[in-house]
């Protein structure tokens, strides 16, 4: 089975900066585009951002575009989402998971724990 645990999650204030990290195990990870996604209190999970397999190709949900950058490391078998400016919208529980293609999203593996991320105002 797959294994994704994400961390680096945790307290700040508007306008400062987080990290996040997924590290996956269980499948061949530079065989698979990688996805975020988060879910903040009363309301459904929504995709963040997502980057191919390579990591040549990035795409955004317009409300992180131009604050939030993901990337990823094959060697280290890790994605990562830099997350710049955040608002007190952006506070949500953050997760990773593979996904079938960059147009569609789907994620492929059961959800880990996620990571938490509040911002203070």
């Known amino acids: 089975q797959v294994q994704l645990v994400e961390s680096g999650g945790g307290l700040v204030q508007a306008g400062g900066s987080l990290r996040l990290s997924c590290a996956v195990s269980?499948?061949?990870?530079?065989?698979?585009?990688m996805g975020w996604f988060r879910q903040a209190p009363g309301k459904e999970r929504e995709f963040v951002a997502a980057?191919?397999?390579?990591?040549?190709?990035?795409v955004y949900a317009d409300s992180v575009k131009g604050r939030f950058t993901i990337s990823r490391d094959n060697a280290e078998n890790t994605v990562y989402l830099q997350m710049n400016s955040l608002k007190p919208e952006d506070t949500a529980v953050y997760y990773c998971?593979?996904?079938?293609?960059?147009?569609?999203?789907?994620?492929?593996?059961?959800w880990g724990q996620g990571t938490l991320v509040t911002v203070s105002s």
């Open positions: 998971n593979p996904i079938a293609s960059m147009i569609h999203r789907n994620t492929l593996s059961a």
């Open positions: 980057i191919s397999r390579s990591g040549a190709i990035t």
């Open positions: 269980g499948r061949t990870f530079s065989n698979y585009d």
